[in-house]
T-cell receptor
Framework: ETGVTQTPRHLVMGMTNKKSLKCEQH?????MYWYKQSAKKPLELMFV???????ENNSVPSRFSPECPNSSHLFLHLHTLQPEDSALYLC?????????????FGPGTRLLVL | GESVGLHLPTLSVQEGDNSIINCAYS??????FIWYKQESGKGPQFIID?????DKRQGQRVTVLLNKTVKHLSLQIAATQPGDSAVYFC??????????????FGSGTRLQVQP
C-alpha cells in the first residue's frame, strides 16, 4: 500500500447524476493531485493542491469540481458527466521540496458514465 | 489501470532474462526522474528515482541509467519475473519557475513476461 486511499474503487453513474470521489493520504504530504487516465490518452494532470490551495487547473471542464478541505483529504465532485469522461481517476500526493516531487498514487476510481 | 486503447510500445521477455525499458525525455532543464510501475487495476507505484547529478542508481533488481547528453533514461530489471508484467512510466521533474515543480509523465511501455 502506498498510503493513499481512494473511494469508491468503482463507480457507474448516469449523465444526470451527481457523485463525489474521495482521496485520503496518510503520508503527511503537503500536495495532492487528481489525474485522469483513459484508454486513449496517457496520464493527464487535472488539478493540483498545495497546502490546500489550488495551484493548477489544467483546463478541466466545470463538470469536475475539486475540493481540498485539508492537506490530507481531496474530493472530486462530479455532475452532468459525459460518456467520454469514463476513465480511471487517480489521486496522488507528494511532499514538495526545492529538489524533488515524488508523487505517490492511490489505486484509482474506475468510473463508467452511461 | 491499463491504457487498453492506447498503442503502447510492448517489450516481451522470457522469465529470468534481463529487461531494459527506455524513455526519452524532453526538457533539458529536468533535474529529477522517476520510474513508476502500473499493474492492471492499480495505480502507478514508485519504483526508483535518480537526480540529474547522477548517471546510475541501483535498487533491488532494478537499475536506472541517465544520459543527459541525449536526454535518455532507462530502467533495467534483472532476472525478470512474471510479477514484473505491467506498464512502466518514466516521469521527469522540472522547476516550473514559479516556485513549484512539475512532473511530466511519459506514455508508458508495457512489459510482458513469458513463463
Amino acid at each position: 500500500e502506498t498510503g493513499v486511499t481512494q473511494t469508491p474503487r468503482h463507480l457507474v453513474m448516469g449523465m444526470t447524476n451527481k457523485k463525489s470521489l474521495k482521496c485520503e493520504q496518510h503520508l503527511g504530504h503537503n500536495a495532492m493531485y487528481w489525474y485522469k487516465q483513459s484508454a486513449k490518452k496517457p496520464l493527464e494532470l487535472m488539478f493540483v493542491y498545495n497546502f490546500k490551495e489550488q495551484t493548477e487547473n489544467n483546463s478541466v471542464p466545470s463538470r469536475f469540481s475539486p475540493e481540498c478541505p485539508n492537506s490530507s483529504h481531496l474530493f472530486l465532485h462530479l455532475h452532468t458527466l459525459q460518456p467520454e469522461d469514463s476513465a480511471l481517476y487517480l489521486c496522488a500526493s507528494s511532499q514538495n521540496s526545492p529538489t524533488t516531487e515524488t508523487q505517490y498514487f492511490g489505486p484509482g476510481t474506475r468510473l463508467l458514465v452511461l | 489501470g491499463e491504457s487498453v486503447g492506447l498503442h503502447l510500445p510492448t517489450l516481451s521477455v522470457q522469465e529470468g532474462d534481463n529487461s531494459i525499458i527506455n524513455c526519452a525525455y524532453s526538457n533539458s532543464a529536468s533535474d529529477y526522474f522517476i520510474w513508476y510501475k502500473q499493474e492492471s487495476g492499480k495505480g502507478p507505484q514508485f519504483i526508483i528515482d535518480i537526480r540529474s547529478n547522477m548517471d546510475k542508481r541501483q535498487g533491488q533488481r532494478v537499475t536506472v541509467l541517465l544520459n543527459k547528453t541525449v536526454k535518455h533514461l532507462s530502467l533495467q530489471i534483472a532476472a525478470t519475473q512474471p510479477g514484473d508484467s505491467a506498464v512502466y512510466f518514466c516521469a521527469e521533474n522540472t522547476s516550473a519557475g514559479t516556485g513549484r515543480r512539475a512532473l511530466t509523465f511519459g506514455s508508458g511501455t508495457r512489459l510482458q513476461v513469458q513463463p
